[in-house]
């Protein structure tokens, strides 16, 4: 049976130093798989890579078979994968429930020329997108904040916002880049939650997250990256006491974090 998602031999330099050094891993469907490591390891790059956001030097990837290795960031939102930021990027002068919509409009079917004439069709499509957006703001808990302006939002309330955006488009896999940063415990507690959630209704989830506490609960496999390299790969368990991982994260500062 074919994974879901595969990587081949991905490599990113920054004038001549390797920030991922030909990485290869594979997703299952159904699965939840943390993309760990210390700073400076490769994990962002390596999924600004996977979607574009940055040029690869080298390597191929894949979803369902498709080959998304050259194609525009567009095409590979549309194949079905989704991500979110570090940094939580919103309009904070449009609505919590807008903010859901338009990162849903390249989706609707109707392309930005019939989006700015209104008919039937268009008034249909942007209900359809305000019960979706309303449903998702239900289940990630920002319903009673959906009127207002995202800037009333706390920087938690943001990370649930960010990750109703991911979703909205009902994704094939969804690359979350620190989900859990800066947030309280409660919040990350929540999320989660939530990532269980959105898993158990069918999204294939990779996770990059420094908080291995709450890696070690969410994930059904782990990779480790070191200077950019895949050092260790296994589930929390064997990844917990692999020497490799505990070495890597003495050596990159991460003494006393829980793993």
């Known amino acids: ?4 998602f595969e990587l081949n031999g991905l490599t990113k330099t920054f004038n001549g130093v390797p920030a991922v050094d030909d990485l290869s891993f594979s997703v299952e469907a159904g699965t939840i798989v943390g993309l760990v490591g210390p700073n400076g390891s490769g994990k962002s790059t390596t999924v600004d890579c996977l979607t574009r956001f940055q040029p690869a030097n080298s390597g191929t990837w894949f979803l369902n078979g498709q080959d998304l290795s050259s194609v525009s960031r567009y095409r590979i939102a549309h194949s079905g994968i989704t991500r979110t ?3 939580v990027p919103a309009y904070d002068r449009l609505s919590v429930r807008d903010n859901v919509c338009v990162a849903a409009q390249e989706f609707d079917g109707l392309g930005w020329v019939k989006s700015l004439v209104p008919s039937r069709r268009t008034r249909e ?3 359809d997108l305000e019960e979706q957006a309303e449903d998702l703001l239900e289940v990630v808990g920002l319903t009673h904040m959906a009127d207002m302006p995202v800037s009333f939002l706390s920087y ?3 990370k649930l916002l960010s990750i109703a955006c991911a979703m909205i488009t009902t994704p094939v896999i969804t690359f979350l880049d620190e989900p859990v940063a800066g947030v309280n415990p409660s ?3 929540k999320i989660r939650e939530l990532l269980g959630k959105f898993n158990r209704r069918g999204v294939t989830l990779v996770v990059i997250d420094h908080n291995m ?8 496999r782990v990779i480790v990256l070191d200077l950019g390299r895949k050092i260790a790969e296994g589930p929390p368990s064997l990844i917990r006491t692999d020497e490799k991982v505990l070495e890597a994260y003495i050596m ?3 003494v006393g974090r829980q793993l």
């Open 1 to 4: 049976m074919s994974a879901l």
């Open 85 to 87: 930021f570090q940094a």
């Open 125 to 127: 499509a942007d209900a």
């Open 156 to 158: 938690g309330q943001r």
């Open 187 to 189: 919040m990350i507690l």
């Open 213 to 220: 506490e709450f890696i070690m609960q969410l994930c059904d």
């Open 252 to 254: 990159g500062g991460a």
